[in-house]
Nanobody, 124 residues
Framework: QVQLVESGGGLVQAGGSLNLSCAASARTFSRTTMGWFRQAPGKEREFVAAITWSGGSTYYADSVKGRFTISRDNAKNTAYLQMNSLKPEDTAVYYC?????????????????WGQGTQVTVSS
C-alpha cells in the first residue's frame, strides 16, 4: 500500500511558477514509477508527466514539454513537478500517482495509487 500526499498548489499569475511535491509513504518508493495527472472542471483526467524508478527516464505531455520538469528524491520518498511559464489553461487539480510497473504509463489506469490532489489556478 502506498499513500501519496500532494502539496504546493495555489494561485499564480500567468507566466509564474509553482513547484508541486508528492510525499509517499512506501518504503519501496525507490522502486515505484511516479506520474502526475491533472483534471480541469468538466474534462477528463489527463497525463502530465512521469518518471521511472531510478529517475533515468522522464516523459511529458506535449502541452507541458519545455515548461514542466518532473524529478524525484528517493532518499526523501518525494516526487516533484516544477511548473514554469504557467498558462491559464494549466488550471486544474493536479494528482500524483504511483505504480510498481517499471515503465511509465500515460493513462490513469496504469497507476494503482493516487493522492488527494492539489489545486493549481493560473490567472490571466
Amino acid at each position: 500500500q502506498v499513500q501519496l500526499v500532494e502539496s504546493g498548489g495555489g494561485l499564480v499569475q500567468a507566466g509564474g511558477s509553482l513547484n508541486l511535491s508528492c510525499a509517499a509513504s512506501a518504503r519501496t518508493f525507490s522502486r515505484t514509477t511516479m506520474g502526475w495527472f491533472r483534471q480541469a472542471p468538466g474534462k477528463e483526467r489527463e497525463f502530465v508527466a512521469a518518471i521511472t524508478w531510478s529517475g533515468g527516464s522522464t516523459y511529458y505531455a506535449d502541452s507541458v514539454k519545455g515548461r514542466f520538469t518532473i524529478s524525484r528524491d528517493n532518499a526523501k520518498n518525494t516526487a516533484y513537478l516544477q511548473m514554469n511559464s504557467l498558462k491559464p489553461e494549466d488550471t486544474a487539480v493536479y494528482y500524483c500517482a504511483a505504480t510498481q510497473l517499471s515503465f511509465a504509463p500515460r493513462t490513469a489506469g496504469g497507476y494503482d495509487y493516487w493522492g488527494q490532489g492539489t489545486q493549481v489556478t493560473v490567472s490571466s
